[in-house]
């Protein structure tokens, strides 16, 4: 007699569930079998099963499952979709039960694959078959975690009715209430996908069942408002979040200065700000880039600015900021000067710009004609270790050999090479030829012969017009 014969007299389990007679269609993803391959699948699943047994049956325990579930069917090309099968075979053998190593596996396997429908199943199977931690006073400490995911991915998927199906297990469960994140987990799954109303009521299930809501709860739902265009409730979430005792977060302000912009008010937005530093709430990156983005599509660059330099001052500009978009700004606008003064003042004060940054106030001070200021802020670089990109070196020492400042420029180019900007074939040539229009020709020949010694050889032409140039 086999092993699984041995093992599969009928017996007194709580509510186990029948042994099915052919595979369950426990996956989309499976495709239809005929009656005679499937129960060929179960034949060679039991089979492997029995063959995997190093011990009498009755010694088969959960961790010899889940061993067999791990090591040899999880990745079996062709039984690997049986294991929930398997594992409701196997509720249905004397003295085995599943505790929650079995049971989080099977949870945790059902979900990366997306077999919901079992997964409804599996949690039902739990209600009835508790983990065997559960027989004392207390519940096993794990069956929470294995509800979370189980709401988590229902709610992912848009089957709230299951989700709440499985809340309400789990209170049955677990010992006391459901903490507020459990809550917030469905709360947020209404709020994704438009549900606004459904969030709502289920805040209020949570107010009935008395559990407090914490920052999140509230940031949640202060969203759901906003992407909704009910910006009135929003804010009465906001005062309530208050009057309950929950202090408001980075996010919290963050989504009611959003909210503002998008409603047009811009001065409660920048009020919202101000009441931010008030409570001592920490500025973050993202705060910065909504007042920066809100204020220049309303127009309002310069106070955008003045903003910043503010917030620096109070000593509440958080250090990672990146006020690329602000300089574009303001160089976008004509406004060179004042994008020059901001950099400056930040940058001395330990807030270094990034690279793109300084390149596009470089960029807009060449082309108002500002070049000594350009070259200034190009040396401030290089001795900071900020290296420019060739093609804006090339085009800033054009402009200084156009206005008679080729040794200038030649010594900016050496400068970079000691800083370990790598300068390329058409530098050497800009500064030949600003050699050539100047009559300097010796220090033409020394720039030309160090080109050709870094193997920058130009074609026939460009050599005739730098050699003619010099020998003028």
């Known amino acids: 007699m086999s092993a699984l014969k041995r093992f599969s007299k009928p017996r007194h389990h709580p509510a186990p569930l029948p042994p099915p007679q052919q595979p369950p269609n426990i996956s989309a993803l499976t495709p239809p079998t005929s009656s005679a391959t499937a129960q060929t699948q179960l034949t060679n699943l039991t089979a492997l099963f029995e063959s995997s047994l190093r011990k009498p049956a009755i010694a088969i325990t959960p961790q010899d499952l889940l061993h067999f579930l791990k090591s040899r069917l999880r990745h079996h090309p062709t039984l690997s979709h049986l294991d929930f099968h398997l594992f409701r075979y196997a509720a249905t053998l004397d003295s085995f039960r599943h505790d929650h190593s079995t049971l989080e596996y099977m949870v945790r396997t059902l979900v990366s694959t997306d077999r919901l429908d079992s997964l409804s199943s599996l949690l039902d199977f739990i209600s009835s078959n508790p983990c065997p931690c559960s027989d004392g006073i207390f519940s096993c400490p794990r069956t929470e975690p294995i509800f979370r995911v189980s709401i988590t991915s229902f709610c992912r998927a848009g089957r709230f009715d299951d989700a709440l199906h499985a809340f309400d297990i789990m209170k049955r469960l677990i010992d006391g209430k ?51 265009n009910k910006f009135g409730l929003a804010l009465e979430v906001f005062r309530e979040m208050k009057e309950k005792g929950c202090l408001p977060n980075v996010v919290s302000f963050n989504t009611l200065i959003r909210g503002f912009f998008r409603d047009g008010k811009v001065e409660q937005a920048v009020g919202m700000v101000h009441e931010m530093i008030e409570m001592g709430c920490e500025f973050s990156c993202v705060t910065c880039e909504i007042l920066v983005d809100g204020l220049g599509r309303k127009g309002k660059v310069s106070e955008a600015a003045d903003l910043m330099i503010g917030f620096f001052r109070k000593g509440v500009l958080p250090k990672g900021f990146d006020y690329f978009v602000l300089v574009e700004m303001l160089c976008g606008n004509g406004n060179m000067e004042r994008a020059l003064e901001l950099v400056n003042e930040l940058w001395d004060n330990g807030y270094g710009p990034s690279l793109i940054a300084c390149t596009t106030l470089v960029e807009g001070l060449r082309r108002t004609g500002r070049t000594e200021k350009s070259v200034d802020l190009m040396r401030k670089m290089l001795n900071e270790g900020i290296l420019p990109d060739t093609v804006t070196f090339s085009c800033l020492l054009e402009d200084m050999c156009g206005r008679g400042g080729t040794l200038e420029a030649n010594k900016l180019r050496m400068l970079a090479s000691k800083k370990g900007l790598h300068p390329d074939g058409m530098v050497y040539r800009i500064l030949v030829s600003g050699y050539a229009r100047e009559g300097r020709r010796k220090e033409g020949e020394v720039v030309m012969n160090e080109m050709f010694d870094k193997g920058f050889i130009p074609d026939i032409a460009t050599y005739n017009v730098l050699i003619k140039g010099l020998s003028r």
């Open 178 to 228: 459901p903490n507020a994140s459990l809550y917030n987990i469905v709360i947020h799954g209404f709020v994704k996908l438009g549900k606004l109303d459904r969030a709502v009521d289920f805040y209020g299930r949570m107010l009935r069942n008395r559990v407090n809501p914490d920052a999140i709860t509230f940031n949640i739902l202060i969203s759901g408002y906003c992407r909704n």
